[in-house]
Structures are given as structure tokens and as C-alpha cells.
């Protein structure tokens, strides 16, 4: 269906980078595609996910290319798996790289809510839910890695979650989520907020230390002349610079999805008296608050920032009203740590 989308507008496939003439990667993309005839406007994010990916192993290479570089590079790992899986320097065998591996990150992601969700006693046709999540849908088409982090987070609390949990296996899917989308993160703390035992502690501290790290040496090897980091501000200023935005008649899509997010997490709460479903239904919703207006108000940002907060709501509101206790999903936890 998506690149369906794309090409039904007699676009090449490429347009699935969200290319601009105007955009911070236009030279990459005009060098890659010299036939193409960039679309007027900045683009998208996608185009610097390409950019990144012509030659991952050398991050400062794309830096030219980046409005951000520090910030974009934070997000390694997607395009490294692309960049690796298309083995070229560019062109269309790296979009399709791209494509296959965001299509891998869906189906992975579908594997992981389902196993999660069947293990609180939802019915196995919810595994499907993070398929249709609008956001998920949205990073498939644009080329962004947010499908990608989510389907690790979700592994991750799907293996602490397990009849016997690999603590090892949620340590690594943890860790490459947030090189994959340092945002993440939040659902791991989440998630350890909620538990509170060592392994989910260890969970989101892991994936925290491995994100710092990389992020100290991208400030060491890459050069960055302006603030990396614009989408944090005061609690609701955010929301009501978006809100100002939506008076005037723009991005009509972006406060529908909020409502509608809005209403699941409450539906959410509403129907658990959980803490596990409050922490991760409930915190990854709160986090929009501190989000600037571009990253609130544009319904292609927003529907992707609030993908972790609408899959566990929808995972909580298809599965029982009394989730099993933790020590009920782990019945033998000294013999599962050792």
C-alpha cells in the first residue's frame, strides 16, 4: 500500500525519501537521481535517513547533508541496517533497502505486540494492531526509523515479559532501539517505572548508558554550528503554539489524532487499574506536553509521536481487565535470573 501511494502519483520510488529541492539532503538526492526533479519545499525527514545510509560506517560524511547532524546521527541504526542490507553508496537498491528494512520493522513489530499482548491474555489477532497504527504507517512512508525503535522497545518488554524472560536478548533489542529513536526511551522507563524489579530497571538504564555513549562520541567526531535539539520546551507551550496553528485551519489531521490518542489512553486507564498499563499507555501520552509545535502540530510528526502511547492503549483496551501480576507472569524469577 505504500509504496503504492507513492507511485500512483507518477512519482519514482524514490519520493518515498521525502526529497525537497529546498531540503538539507537535495544535493545527495540530486546527485544519486540526476533525472529527478526534486519537488519544491524542505521535504521530509526520510531524505536524511538516505543520506546517512549512502555511507553509514563514516557518519561525519553525511553531516553536509544534515540540518542537524549530531541530532540526525543519534538515530544510527536504521540507515545502518539499510545501508548495509543495499551494500551500494545509493541510488534505488538503497531505497528499496530502505522500504524492506522499514516493511521488516512493521512485521517485527506485529510479532512483538502480539506476543506481548497474547501473554496478558489478549486474542492473537491483536498482534495486527501495530501494523494499522497511524504512525507506524506514516514512518514506513516517509523513510523515518520510528517504526523501527517502537518494534525494539516493544521486543524488548516482550522478552522481560516471557513465561521465561531473556534478559539479554530485551538488553540488546533496548539498546538498538534507542540508537534507533533516542525518544524510546521513554517506554523503557516506562515500563520500568511500572515493574520496578532489576531486570527492568537494568532494561532502561542499559539502553540509556549505550545512547549517552554514542551521543558523546558523535559530539567528539561531528562538527554542529547550531542547537541540535528544538523539539523540547515548557510543559503546554508546544501544544498551544500548535493549538494557534489548527485555529487558522492548518494541519486539520494533526488535532484528530490527538484526540483520538487521548480518548484510547483514557479508554485505556478507564478499563485498568493496572500500573503496568498506566505506565506505558499513560507516560508516553504525557510526554507530548514538553514537545515543541512542530513536533505537535504537524500530523505527520504527531501521529508518529504518539504511536507508543496508542499501540498500548489498544493493546489494553482489547485485553483482560485484570492483567496477570508479575510474579504470576514469572514463577520462578530466581531460576529465570539464574
Known sequence: ?????????????????SPGAEG????????DFPELALPPGKGHDGQQFYAIARDPLRPEAAAPYLDRPRYRLQRIAYPLVAGVLSGARGGTGLVLAMLATGLAAIFAGCLATGALATRWGAPPWSAAMFAVVPGNLVALRLSTADAMALALAVSAIALLEARRPLLALALVAGSVAVLTKEA??????AYALARRDRRSLLVAA???A?????????????????????????????????????ARGEEAGAPLILAATVMLVAAALWRHRDRLIWSLAGVPALFVI?????ATGLWANVSRIA???????LVAVVSPASLPRNSE????LVGADT
Open 210 to 246: 549505550t545512547g549517552a555513549a554514542w551521543a558523546l562520541w558523535l559530539r567528539l567526531t561531528v562538527v554542529a554550528d547550531r542547537p541540535q535539539v528544538i523539539e523540547l520546551t515548557a510543559p503546554f507551550a508546544g501544544l498551544a503554539a500548535a493549538a494557534r496553528r489548527w
Open 184 to 189: 524510546v526511551l521513554v517506554v523503557l522507563l
Open 290 to 294: 514538553v514537545l515543541s509545535a512542530d
Open 1 to 17: 500500500m505504500v509504496p503504492a501511494s507513492v507511485l500512483s502519483d507518477g512519482a519514482p520510488l524514490v519520493a518515498i525519501t
Open 206 to 208: 542499559v539502553p540509556f
Open 329 to 332: 507472569l514469572n514463577t520462578n
Open 307 to 313: 504511536a507508543p502511547a496508542l499501540l498500548f492503549a
Open 24 to 31: 538539507p539532503a537535495a544535493a545527495a538526492c540530486a546527485s
